[in-house]
């Protein structure tokens, strides 16, 4: 692998939507093991100046993170849609490893399954929404493309 390149790949593909207004969920859509998400979160934390904060690890039952719903950071949430299993647990592990579990949600399942739904519940009266799609050689499934355009603040 070419760390040096993949690093200037990611950046330039943030340069596309930086800098987010304060309040901007980001998503990445077909994150893999959620290089590109975690490369923004950690944007985020630098731009506000923020520091990482360990997070307790996910529980080994539920898989579900013991997070204090109180304590949420002050800067934009970002979220990595993947539907490979593996790929997810690697991301969610990746993001325990440099103490971005607090700040990053991956969500398993099909984008064009997952994103609608998170647009429609978790992200409905956003003023703005930043995406970035990294889809599988197949390519990118034409409901993901329609909840993109049809989500006005993008």
Known sequence: TNTVTCGLLYQTAL????????????????????????CAAAALLE???????ETPKATEESGERDTERGNEPSFPRVVGIE??????????ENADRNHMAKYVDFICGKA???????LQDRYRGCTNLAAIVDPPRAG???????AILDFQPI
């Open 15 to 38: 340069n596309y939507v930086w800098p987010l207004p304060r309040d901007t969920p980001f998503v990445d859509v077909c994150s893999g093991t959620g290089t590109i998400a975690l």
């Open 47 to 53: 731009e506000t100046g923020e520091r990482r904060v």
């Open 83 to 92: 539907m490979v299993e593996e790929a997810v647990r690697h991301a969610k």
């Open 112 to 118: 064009e399954d997952v994103l609608p739904q998170l």
């Open 140 to 146: 990118l499934h034409s409901r993901v493309l329609d």
